[in-house]
């Protein structure tokens, strides 16, 4: 059986950058990845539906230590990949990767401090097991193996296809065809436009609107930044620019909701004019920021409303027909094929079980600590993105301060470091969206606490000064060597549930 000091899960975005900073922050390390699939790139490459890109720009997507080239902000699917297969070259991470390794179980010995790692391993799934003293989870946050699929009634009567955005089929003929997308996130956003080029006609046949912001693709201030300046300098004044941006908006959003909710409305009537009726299609029933905000680069799905390409429907489903789908308010939309852009299904550690001593760990009962590490689980920290932000700016961080973790127990001779749950603190939601797909997950998902180190501040700048520079040692990590670390473990166990 193959040891080695850290195993991270994940060749993504965020494993290939966990690895990048474990050999710069923390050198001298043996560690492995174990992708699930047979290819890097995570998310980037497992989606291949048409206009498949980024949902916020690549200054803040893209890694702090890798400058983002490319003139556009808003990045396609494939431009993203090799972005994430050139950081893994350039940097020799790609020769530590195991492809078709799905990791299932995760247990940790505290007798031998180290962690046993199962996975199944090439297509007849071959048990295989690692042990490492560090565990470090870079899986995402949705199953890659479903999607969500509502049961639609009658949609075994359609004569049409029905396709999944998580598995669009290769070489989907949708020319000259009618096309109906249901759902109004970040995916039928980016669909409908795409789709629009060549179908006969496409409808996002939505519940209820979202809020739509139209953004250039192409970043002027960044690019004249590119011209004028060093890369590098360049980079690092636009990423602090769309970072303070974003704060800014987001603050705004939250203490003036009604003001940004009005304004944002505006923005789509200027763009759509008579086209649609913005009251009823793009009117949402919440505040920003309760969900997650839908980016349409250079108002493309607009330009497609206007010019009649595309259109928006809301209503409720009543059942499929042969023919397409009959809506609660008894008007039928014909369709000669069917997207179900209905999101994401939620898992946590990539829906890997875990079990501490022998003790199966219930992640929906433990509490996430500084929003990377959980309370009673030793030597395992996940990567987690922000909500309100970038996904690799909070992962950037938390692959930082677990370098300061593990540098912390080499010079002690530490073998074990265990948040322990402070007897005071109160829980709360993990996340505080409101979109469907976390809701639907939220008797799987941990808990966070009301104060710090528990509570998430969805902050980059927070988080910054404390993740870099905050007291490894801040009283609630408890470290430990082997020969203590089970009664330890076991007292944070038990206080934690």
């Known amino acids: 059986m193959e040891h080695f000091d850290v195993i991270i899960v994940g060749a993504g975005l965020s494993g290939i950058g966990a690895a990048y900073h474990l050999q710069t922050r923390s050198p001298g390390r043996r560690y492995l990845i174990l992708e699930g699939r047979e290819a890097i790139g995570g998310t980037w490459d497992l989606f291949r539906y048409p206009g498949i890109r980024s949902d916020s720009d690549m200054y803040t997507l893209g890694y702090r230590f890798k400058p983002w080239r490319d ?60 042990t490492c003293n560090f565990l470090f989870m870079c899986s995402g946050y949705y199953s890659y193996a479903e999607g969500h699929a509502p049961d639609f009634a009658g949609a075994e009567d359609f004569a049409g296809q029905i396709v999944h955005p998580q598995f669009w089929p290769e070489g989907l003929d949708y020319a000259n065809k009618r096309v109906v997308v249901i759902g109004s996130g970040a995916t039928a956003v980016t669909l409908i436009p795409a789709l629009a080029k060549e179908a006969a006609q496409v409808v ?110 809301t209503d409720r489903i009543e059942r499929f027909t042969k ?60 990567s987690f993105g922000y909500t309100n932000a970038s996904w690799t700016l909070k992962c950037d961080l938390t692959c930082e301060y677990v370098c300061r973790l593990l540098n912390h127990m080499d010079r002690h001779g530490y073998t074990s470091a265990t948040p322990r749950r402070d007897a005071d603190v109160e829980e709360a939601p993990w996340l505080g969206l409101t979109s469907g797909y976390i809701q639907r997950a939220r008797d799987i998902l941990p808990k966070q606490g009301t104060k710090r180190p528990w509570r998430l501040y969805q902050n980059y700048a927070l988080d910054l000064v404390t993740l870099r520079y905050g007291r490894v040692n801040d009283g609630t990590m408890v470290f430990a060597t082997a020969l203590r670390a089970g009664a330890l473990v076991a007292d944070a166990l038990a206080e934690a549930s």
């Open 323 to 382: 023919k397409g789908i009959l809506l609660k308010s008894g008007k039928e939309l014909e369709a000669d094929i069917v997207v179900t852009a209905t999101g994401l299904k939620l898992n946590v550690l990539g829906g890997m079980t875990v079990s501490v001593d022998g003790a199966p760990v219930d992640m929906a009962k433990v509490m996430a600590y500084k929003g990377m590490m959980y309370s009673g689980v030793p030597n395992l920290a996940s």
């Open 71 to 130: 003139a556009k902000a808003i990045a396609d699917g494939p431009a993203i990949r090799d972005y994430v297969c050139e950081t893994a070259s350039e940097n020799g991470i790609d020769k530590h990767i195991r492809f078709g390794h799905l990791v299932r179980r995760a247990s940790w010995s505290s007798a031998e401090a180290r962690w046993s790692v199962e996975a199944e391993a090439g297509p007849g799934k071959a048990p295989v097991r690692f």
């Open 204 to 313: 996002m046949l939505q519940r209820s609107p979202t809020y739509v912001v139209a953004r250039p693709a192409e970043d002027a201030l960044a690019n004249w930044l590119k011209r004028h300046l060093p890369i590098g300098l360049a980079y690092w004044l636009t990423r602090w620019h769309k970072v303070l941006f974003g704060m800014y908006f987001y603050n705004l959003a939250r203490q003036r909701p009604e003001a940004v909710k009005q304004r944002l409305i505006e923005m789509v009537r200027q763009e759509l004019g008579e086209s649609c009726d913005v009251g009823t299609h793009f009117t949402p029933r919440y505040n920003p920021w309760d969900q997650r905000l839908c980016l349409v680069p250079d108002a493309d799905m607009f330009a497609a409303i206007r010019e009649g390409r595309a259109s928006v429907v």
